[in-house]
């Protein structure tokens, strides 16, 4: 299983909207409603954002949206903060009843 | 509160074998499908394995790189996962993280070297 296609790095600045892509095969994000997207500041342990393409848990702001289009998966972070700086992975299940990591993406708050 | 603790980390010997536990708190552990997840040193994340409830079954599946080597198995009556691993390579050094999918533990450092 091949991890999900992330770019490698996004900027924006404070304010502004951003929005990181996460493509996988119609075996992956395009099969199932199973994306997630994670959160990971340096030295600390992931954080789930948003689960099921769009949902988001109890407690994570509002500026962080999910949605997905075929085989691609988005994370939009409205009103970037200077906290947003972190890396972000999605994920997504896979018809071989595993799950699979994007590669993973850079925010840097300009 | 959720907590997640990993812990038997450590350096091992290629080859050699090393079994990691997480003790969970704070949530029905019970009804949880718990995942393992690793990270190499400034790398990304990777999906290890997955253990289902035991009312789901308490079947595993694993990541390819994994499969035959390592081994994901429950004690609801002490709430803890574990990570079962063997034949152990360099390419498995990682910190490895459990997670119920909503909370993750802060991750246990695996060293592989000779």
């Known amino acids: 299983q091949s991890a999900l296609t992330q770019p490698a790095s996004v900027s924006g600045s404070p304010g502004q909207s951003i929005t990181i892509s996460c493509t996988g095969t119609?075996?992956?994000?395009?099969?199932?409603?199973?994306v997630s997207w994670y959160q990971q500041h340096p030295g600390k342990a992931p954080k789930l954002i948003i689960y099921?393409?769009?949902s988001r848990p109890s407690g994570v702001s509002n500026r962080f949206s999910g949605s997905k289009s075929g085989n691609t998966a988005s994370l939009t972070i409205s009103g970037l903060q200077a906290e947003d700086e972190a890396d972000y992975f999605c994920s997504s299940y896979t018809s071989s009843t595993t799950d699979v990591f994007g590669t993973g993406t850079k925010v840097t708050v300009l | 509160e959720v907590q997640l603790v990993e812990s038997g980390g450590g350096l091992v010997r290629p080859g050699g074998s090393l079994r990691l536990s997480c003790a969970a708190s704070?949530?029905?552990?019970?009804?949880?499908?718990m995942t393992w997840v690793r990270q190499a040193p400034g790398k990304g994340l990777e999906w290890v394995g997955r253990i289902k409830s035991n009312a789901a079954g308490g079947t595993s599946d694993y990541a390819a790189p994994v499969r035959g080597r390592f081994s994901i198995s429950r004690d609801d009556s002490i709430n803890t996962l574990y990570l079962q691993m063997s034949s152990l390579q360099t390419e498995d050094t990682a910190v490895y993280y459990c997670t119920s999918g909503w909370s993750w533990g802060q991750g246990t450092l695996v060293t592989v070297s000779s």
């Open positions: 099921d393409v769009s």
């Open positions: 704070g949530f029905t552990f019970t009804d949880a499908w």
């Open positions: 119609s075996s992956d994000v395009g099969g199932y409603n199973y």
